[in-house]
């Protein structure tokens, strides 16, 4: 191992390929071991920029998290009626996942075995509760059809959002269906969910 090689690495290609081989593996499939021959480093040259792997797992999913908490206060998600403001989210959360596919999907994929796991999952319900109060406050509106259980919109609007971690993949460079698709999940999801407007 050279020195030019083990100096190429840094804390964020690191943490690409650890993301790459906790999907690909399962985090709790994956050893240091594992994680030096993907980086094609030495163990300790990783220990050189983290503590482990868990401290590697803490910041691939604080970095989609951070992402999407950060939607949250943007001012589409704080100003105007609620259902502008949920469908701006919905929006914009279809967008971090397409720019942060695959630190999302690790974020999803966690099931709570570790401490930083925990942690996880309790940020990530905190988010999916600021979004379903938002539905609420659509439907408390009279913005969101009374014929529609509001728990099971939200179930089926979360469901939605986050398959797309199952089949999206990027096109390079972007593209006309990278743009669309965010639309598309709003329109698919609030074109049945808003009522219907009044007719004169």
Same mark, same amino acid.
Request: proline fraction near 4%.
């Given at each position: 191992?050279?020195?030019?090689?083990?100096?190429?690495?840094?804390?964020?290609?690191? *943490?690409?390929?650890?993301?790459?081989?906790?999907?690909?593996?399962?985090?709790?499939?994956?050893?240091?071991?594992?994680? !030096? #021959? %993907?980086?094609?480093?030495?163990?300790? !040259?990783?220990?050189?920029? @983290? /503590?482990?792997?868990?401290?590697?797992? $803490?910041?691939?999913? !604080?970095?989609? *998290?951070?992402?999407?908490?950060?939607?949250?206060?943007?001012?589409?998600?704080?100003?105007?009626?609620?259902?502008?403001?949920? &469908?701006?989210?919905?929006?914009?959360?279809? &967008? @971090?996942?397409? %720019?942060?596919?695959?630190?999302?999907?690790?974020?999803? =994929?966690?099931?709570?075995?570790?401490?930083?796991?925990?942690? /996880?999952?309790?940020? $990530? =319900?905190?988010?999916?509760? =600021? @979004?379903?109060? *938002?539905?609420?406050?659509?439907? /408390?509106?009279?913005?969101? $059809? %009374?014929?529609?259980?509001? $728990?099971?919109?939200?179930?089926?609007?979360? +469901?939605?959002?986050?398959?797309? @971690?199952?089949?999206?993949?990027?096109?390079?460079?972007?593209?006309?269906?990278?743009?669309?698709? /965010?639309?598309?999940?709003?329109?698919?999801?609030?074109? +049945? *969910?808003?009522?219907?407007? #009044?007719?004169?």
């Amino acid at each position: 191992m050279t020195a030019a090689k083990r100096d190429a690495y840094t804390p964020d290609t690191l *943490l690409n390929v650890a993301v790459r081989v906790f999907n690909e593996r399962g985090y709790d499939g994956t050893s240091m071991e594992h994680l !030096s #021959q %993907a980086a094609g480093i030495s163990k300790s !040259s990783i220990y050189h920029h @983290v /503590a482990g792997k868990e401290e590697l797992l $803490r910041r691939a999913v !604080s970095r989609a *998290l951070d992402a999407l908490f950060a939607v949250l206060e943007e001012p589409g998600a704080v100003r105007g009626r609620a259902v502008e403001r949920i &469908e701006y989210v919905t929006r914009r959360t279809v &967008e @971090v996942l397409m %720019a942060e596919l695959p630190h999302v999907t690790l974020l999803l =994929r966690v099931r709570g075995n570790t401490e930083t796991e925990r942690w /996880a999952m309790e940020r $990530r =319900r905190e988010f999916d509760q =600021r @979004v379903a109060d *938002l539905l609420k406050a659509a439907a /408390a509106d009279g913005d969101l $059809r %009374a014929d529609v259980d509001i $728990r099971l919109a939200t179930r089926l609007l979360f +469901g939605m959002v986050n398959s797309l @971690v199952e089949w999206y993949r990027p096109h390079p460079g972007g593209g006309q269906d990278d743009d669309q698709l /965010a639309e598309t999940v709003v329109r698919l999801a609030f074109d +049945g *969910l808003r009522t219907a407007p #009044q007719r004169p």
